[in-house]
């Protein structure tokens, strides 16, 4: 089977519906995000603080690079994952692109005490999300094959209807 690649904004979800994913698919599950961590061995805060955002992106991209040469994985990628062109083509290539969607007011309720995520740092509230968020609306929507709505829902939910998603696109044969 193909790799399924789960993107969105940060705090949509992708990590826990990637592990709901594996109660309905027998699937290996990579988390790019703790990839990067393991091989640089800090913390995404702290590579960000000490090596800077276009480090961060360059192991981001190397790491996709690797991981998108095995098949049969849900890959959970960092939110800002489509930002690179490259990343979309290598997704592409060998996968099918999930894109977990969420309001602003979503995603504030559940990262406003976050302080694992650097680009979070001094947001007050849903309108420095939306902004944020309508930043990078284009390069998602490009990004996704099959979009699902996070809100309102249990991640259970939602693995499930990617996972009728994908059967409809043939994406699981
Ligand atoms: C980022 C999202 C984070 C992480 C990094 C940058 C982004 O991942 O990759 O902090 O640019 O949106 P999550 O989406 O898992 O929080």
Same mark, same amino acid.
């Given at each position: ?67 998108? %040469?095995?098949?049969?994985? @849900?890959?959970? =990628?960092?939110?800002? #994952?489509?930002?690179? /062109?490259?990343?979309? &083509? *290598?997704? $592409? ?47 998602? %929507?490009?990004?996704?094959? @099959?979009?699902? =709505?996070?809100?309102? #829902?249990?991640?259970? /939910?939602?693995?499930? &209807? *990617?996972? $009728? ?9």
């Amino acid at each position: 089977m193909k790799n399924i690649y789960l993107v969105g904004f940060m705090g949509t979800g992708k990590s826990t519906v990637a592990k709901a994913l594996q109660k309905f698919l027998p699937i290996e599950r990579v988390d790019l995000d703790e990839a990067i961590e393991r091989v640089e061995t800090i913390t995404i805060n702290e590579i960000f603080a000490k090596k800077g955002e276009d480090y961060f992106r360059n192991a981001e991209s190397t790491l996709l690079g690797i991981i998108s %040469k095995q098949n049969n994985q @849900i890959v959970s =990628c960092g939110g800002g #994952v489509v930002l690179r /062109q490259e990343n979309i &083509d *290598i997704m $592409k290539e060998n996968g099918t692109i999930v894109l977990l969607s969420a309001s602003a007011k979503t995603v504030w309720n559940r990262v406003a005490n976050d302080t694992y995520r650097p680009l979070l740092k001094g947001k007050n509230g849903p309108k420095d999300i939306e902004e944020m968020i309508n930043n990078r609306e284009e390069m998602y %929507k490009k990004a996704a094959d @099959i979009t699902v =709505c996070v809100d309102d #829902v249990t991640p259970d /939910q939602v693995a499930s &209807d *990617i996972v $009728k998603q994908l059967a409809l696109t043939g994406a699981l044969n």
